[in-house]
Nanobody
């Protein structure tokens, strides 16, 4: 059974930082591309950052230079370091990976940035 469990969300002031973690089980983690998505109230879920099994990364334009995705294959965990947070970063953040036939999601962690 595949499980993705996010943690690290919370309330932070504008300009602050948070580090999200996504612990995985049930997959051979080192073989999977991992993604972070977010969904703000009333908006569609959007892709924030991706890291491949070769450690190649990609970011949404809105977070480039502020967010960093990384992975620890020994811990089966992917991270999202978020710096210089803005109120528009407020959203539920989800960890995601895709298998051959399935799309796996975590339960999400709330990030709220106050102005």
């Amino acid at each position: 059974q595949v499980q993705l469990v996010e943690s690290g969300g919370g309330l932070v002031q504008s300009g602050g930082s948070l580090r999200l973690s996504c612990a995985t089980s049930g997959i051979i983690f080192r073989l999977y591309t991992m993604n972070w998505y977010r969904q703000a109230p009333g908006k569609q879920r959007e892709l924030v950052a991706t890291i491949t099994r070769a450690d190649n990364t990609n970011y949404a334009d809105s977070v480039k230079g502020r967010f960093t995705i990384s992975r620890d294959n020994a811990k089966n965990t992917v991270y999202l370091q978020m710096n210089s947070l803005k109120p528009e970063d407020t959203a539920v953040y989800y960890c995601n990976t895709q298998g051959l036939t399935n799309n796996y999601w975590g339960q999400g962690t709330q990030v709220t940035v106050s102005s």
